[in-house]
């Protein structure tokens, strides 16, 4: 039980994290009129971080070891350690939307594909927690947590300008959101593969694979958007717009120990608890292309509600082990 309260209490500002995340990455591909060069600012930044870390680390280094041990054995599938293509696509989708979406509308279509996604990662037993079934509580926390933001995001109208990369100029509104939408679903299956990685390794281990894996996969698609496009004009002298990579090191490597202690579905309701809290009070004090209204916080109590109906004490047993 205490780990569960940590793990919730944790959630709530891993969420927070997220919302901020995206706010600055947000920013910064509004900035550079390319989504997908700040994510890679962003993720490029987090992995030097983390390499620094390495060198000097050799517990750190002894984890990456355990994990190649753990391929080779066969206790983890090559697969498993590609959760970080789901990063940069949740990444590149904050840069490439967030300006103009604004941070609480970008939550709303992140978090309802996430809550579904995790009813199935969490059943499929994807996780390091071992199969867990859709308990009414369960299910219907995740219904009334999607309701929830569904609603969050209807208040508000949307603006007349808005600011985005300039591939994705024009296109509109809810379609945008389905980018978002697709990300969210992934960040299920990524924090379960991290956490299986971090039962075999260590939460910083997965997390240094997260961010090679992510930043390969989006200096792929960076390398065609410069072919066609060529690279940014100029990169903004604000320090802050940079601090997105640092923040996504302490919440992924933090999920790792979290969705052990709650499973994906748990973590995937508690964070998002924190990131529409953090979302209404970013849009609040720092606007972008969103309005909000009293529709938006209604939805966010809603949320918060679904957690406290989700995270109700299992019954004996309703953990399955996975072979």
Do not use: H
Not at 151 to 159: K, M, R, T, V
Not at 224 to 238: D, N, Q, S
Not at 268 to 285: E, F, I, K, M, N
């Amino acid at each position: 039980m205490v780990s569960r309260r940590w793990g919730l209490g944790s959630g709530l500002l891993i969420g927070a994290g997220v919302a901020v995340q995206g706010r600055i990455n947000g920013e910064l591909g509004a900035r550079l009129q390319d989504g997908v060069a700040a994510a890679v600012v962003s993720f490029g930044s987090g992995f030097l971080v983390l390499a620094v870390a390495v060198l000097f680390s050799s517990r750190l280094r002894a984890g990456l070891r355990a994990v190649r041990r753990s391929v080779a054995a066969g206790e983890l599938r090559p697969w498993q350690l590609l959760g970080g293509l789901f990063g940069g696509l949740f990444v590149a989708s904050q840069s490439l939307t967030v300006a103009a979406l604004g941070v609480t509308a970008f939550t709303v279509a992140a978090v309802s594909g996430q809550l579904l996604s995790s009813l199935l990662v969490d059943r499929l037993g994807v996780g390091p927690g071992g199969r867990t079934p859709v308990t009414t509580a369960r299910f219907g926390g995740a219904v009334l947590a999607v309701g929830a933001v569904l609603l969050a995001g209807s208040g508000g109208s949307a603006p007349e300008s808005l600011r985005t990369s300039s591939w994705l100029e024009g296109v509109p509104g809810p379609l945008l959101l389905l980018l978002p939408a697709a990300a969210g679903i992934g960040l299920a299956w990524q924090q379960a593969w991290n956490g299986r990685i971090g039962t075999t390794g260590s939460p910083f281990a997965a997390t240094v694979i997260n961010f090679a894996v992510g930043l390969l996969g989006l200096l792929i698609v960076e390398a065609l958007v410069v072919a066609r496009t060529g690279v940014p004009a100029e990169f903004p002298r604000e320090p802050w717009l940079y601090l997105g990579g640092v923040i996504g090191v302490l919440f992924i490597a933090a999920g790792v120990l979290v969705v052990r202690w709650v499973g994906v579905l748990l973590m995937g309701l508690s964070t998002v608890a924190g990131q529409l809290t953090a979302s209404l009070v970013l849009d609040r004090l720092l606007p972008t292309g969103a309005e909000l209204s009293l529709v938006k916080v209604l939805g966010c109590v809603l949320t918060l509600i679904a957690v406290v109906v989700a995270a109700r004490a299992p019954v004996p047993g309703d953990r399955e082990p996975v072979s």
